[in-house]
């Protein structure tokens, strides 16, 4: 069951969704131009990409749909800096991946990147606020780490669950947890890769609709790696990827 404070929050997200598709014809802030990724398993090269081309723009929901294998999560992690393409190029606001060291590649990840993964990967002895917290100090926040952290909660609808421990928590709220330690550094861009998978249906829709606020309420551009059909109903842009190539590029939610 929807608690309050969240179906207060996605009733909201309505008022937002013209706000956001506006977007779609903004500058982009992601540019990956001919990306390949090869991998080298045994004595056998396995295409992951296949000379992927595309532009994400500013403040939009992105979804990279794909079923499994279909390099959706690659071109996820090439995006984030994870991994390098084998040829072609990644461009982040504006400046080449491939031209920044280490210490910058970690330093983006930190501030200018969150990351929401299929498994919340939350530490299970830390409350919901610790575990935003935990972030805080990884990036190097020192000050007002509880008041940023208690701000990220409160987007996502789980203010007054701020200090209870993942096992007091649904499915559903500890994948908001992983949602507000993404937002709490307040990133340009949050990547999220199947973030409803372990979720049912009903609850997967809220988190889809969820991110949708976000990107309107926060100006957050979100590119969400999916295989669920139900993205269509939220995402701004969608990018239909199989066997390492885009075949399709459609506007669910155009201008």
Known sequence: MTDLRLKNILDRSESYVGKAAQQVKAEPI??????????QVGSNNV??????????????????KGRSGSGKTTLLNLIGGLDKPTSGTVILFNEPLSSMT???????????????????????????RENVELMLRIAGYNED????????????????WANHRPWELSGGQQQRVAIARALATHPDLILADEPTGELDSGTGRQIMALFRYIVA???????????????????????????????????????
């Open 47 to 64: 295409h992951a990409l296949r000379n992927i081309s595309l532009e994400v723009p500013k403040g939009v929901l992105a979804a990279l």
């Open 217 to 255: 309420r926060e100006g957050i551009t979100v590119v969400m790696a999916t295989h669920d059909p139900m993205i269509e109903e939220y995402a701004h842009v969608v990018y239909e990827l199989s066997d390492g190539q885009i075949q399709d590029v459609h506007y669910p939610h155009p201008a």
């Open 145 to 160: 780490r509880k008041v940023a952290a208690l701000r990220a909660l409160d987007i996502v609808g789980l203010g007054p």
């Open 102 to 128: 280490a210490d910058q590649l970690v330093d983006y990840r930190r501030h200018r990147i969150g990351f929401v993964f299929q498994s919340f990967a939350i530490m299970p002895l830390f409350s919901a």
């Open 30 to 39: 992601i540019q990956v131009e001919n990306a390949t990724r090869i991998y």
